[in-house]
């Protein structure tokens, strides 16, 4: 018996990285025990078949890939358009799942100063709150990210993921696609998962998908993973405070006098309510 890691899943057939590549099927015992094998995991394997799936440390669901040591989140500033929204959902899902989320901001250089002097602030604000915060022109310096790492890439579609990684390895050659003006978003052009080796490290590159859901998470899961909102939450009147309707919320007075980013606060508002 072998031990290796999915590196790559099309339809039942998994490559498993181990002294060589190796394709393999999952033994059927895999469905009446209710586990689907999934990029990331270590397996035992042997003779073209995985008998055992090991214990996972965090498994995510959108995209379905387990043992993640960082989530690399890419946002465009422009076309798409830049969505908060979206950027919290990806941080807050990261952070339940203890997974290190690093935010790398796309296509600049399509934004007017106006434009980009109004999306700094975001910039900034991520960063200032403990995350760490690169633009994709930054190429040498994001380099330095994926030694010893599993690292997934996710985002909006269209924000640059395949593009991204075409810099950092031109060698993949991966396909990209024109953006859908009229949506607002760009067209799939990653149609499996598949972990690639860059940079001294593993990179999923996985499908580009624009929704999100809070999978496993209650709503104090959700207040929890918003991680400036642990500094203060200490000083509001109820240790339980959901920081809505509560009176004496520190949180609340952090969003009034500019310290917490009123869209952030707001995203958090209407996640807790879907």
Known sequence: MHRGVIIKQISNDYTVKSD????????????????????????????GYIYEVLPRKNELYRPSISNVDQAIIITSLKQPDFSSNLLDKFLSVAEFNRVKPIIIFTKSDLLDKIEYDKLKEYIDYYSKIGYKVYMNTEIDEIKKIFKGKFSV???????????????????????TSEISLSLNRGKHTTRHTEALEIEGGLVADTPGFSALDFKGMTKEDIRDNFVEFNLYRDECEFRDCMHVHER???IKQK????TILKDR???YRKFIGE
């Open 20 to 47: 060589s590549l190796y394709v393999c099927k999952p033994r059927g015992k895999f469905r009446k025990i209710n586990i689907t094998p999934l990029v990331g995991d270590e397996v035992m394997f042997e003779n």
């Open 153 to 175: 890439f996710t985002g909006q579609t269209g924000a640059g993921k395949s593009t991204l990684l075409n810099k950092l390895n031109s060698s993949l050659n991966l396909k």
């Open 265 to 267: 606060y707001l995203n």
């Open 255 to 258: 969003v009034d006098d500019g």
């Open 248 to 250: 004496k919320c520190m």
